[in-house]
């Protein structure tokens, strides 16, 4: 059986099909213009319900690629924790967190740290219940027990 490639779009492209969507263009007609299947390009619009997803934008409240870079060369200072902590303002714990999450002391790269980070924030996300099938049965079972 014969697998069909999966495809990428461009953001430029994503940005002209939800122009095109919301010009009243059917799903068949933005198809022939990116000479693709509307089924390719209903399963870029479906998702949201066929409304517009609003730009990601990193929260004021997260790490800036700054101090990402601040926090690297931190580490290749040999700078403690708090140091870095009063130096760029958020908790050490916060500093350890991010380190720890971004394959440690000695593997730490604050370009892929930010990255990454950029991925884990994507939403929506599966809720806890739906990921874990152990903790759903307990929660159930403790439900039923009040």
């Known amino acids: 059986m014969a697998y069909r ?3 990428n779009y461009t953001a430029q492209q994503k ?3 939800w122009d ?3 010009r009243g263009e059917s799903l068949n007609a933005i198809g022939r213009a990116f000479d693709r299947p509307s089924s390719s390009i209903f399963g870029q619009l ?3 319900g066929g409304i517009r997803p609003a730009p990601r ?3 004021h409240l997260a790490l800036s690629l ?3 870079e601040e926090i690297s060369r931190g580490i290749v200072a040999s700078q403690s924790l708090r140091q870095m902590a009063t130096s760029l303002n958020p908790a050490p714990s916060t500093i350890s967190r991010e380190i720890q999450r971004n394959d440690g002391y000695h593997c730490y790269r604050a370009t892929a740290a930010g990255q990454a980070a950029w991925v884990r924030a994507k939403r929506p996300k599966p ?3 739906a990921c874990h099938p152990v903790l759903t049965r307990r929660v159930a079972i403790k439900l039923k027990h009040h």
């Open 5 to 7: 490639t999966r495809i």
């Open 15 to 17: 940005s002209e099909m």
């Open 20 to 22: 095109r969507w919301q």
């Open 46 to 48: 479906a998702p949201t």
């Open 57 to 59: 934008k990193r929260s």
């Open 66 to 68: 700054s101090d990402r």
């Open 127 to 129: 809720c806890k219940l």
